[in-house]
């Protein structure tokens, strides 16, 4: 039986939703983040060194994420959902 955990289904999020989002921080603008970012994100979460802009660990595999335009910051998306708050951001200078 395939391990379900490593096996991630591709990210649905509406393309309206997509363009009317930004950086709560900044305020730019965002967009779905590559599978090849994902999985170096996704291998950091598993070797438990990715910290979110809190300083907490992030201890969930990513679905995917949105990638604020700068490339500084992604956005987590977990169940298609967008997790758009400051704190949630994962700073990418530790995974880049």
């Not at 956005?75 to 959902?81: A, F, L, N």
Request: net charge negative.
């Amino acid at each position: 039986m395939a391990d379900q955990s490593s096996t991630r289904r591709p990210v649905q999020i509406d393309k309206d939703l997509l363009a009317i989002l930004c950086c709560p921080e900044t305020k730019l603008d965002v967009s779905l983040a590559d599978d090849a970012l994902i999985g170096k994100v996704n291998d950091a979460v598993s070797r438990g060194v990715l910290k979110n802009k809190a300083q907490k660990p992030v201890t969930e595999m990513l679905d995917g994420g949105l990638i604020r335009a700068d490339k500084k910051i992604l956005y987590p998306i977990r169940e298609d959902i967008p997790v758009m708050l400051i704190e949630e951001g994962i700073p990418l200078d530790q995974v880049l």
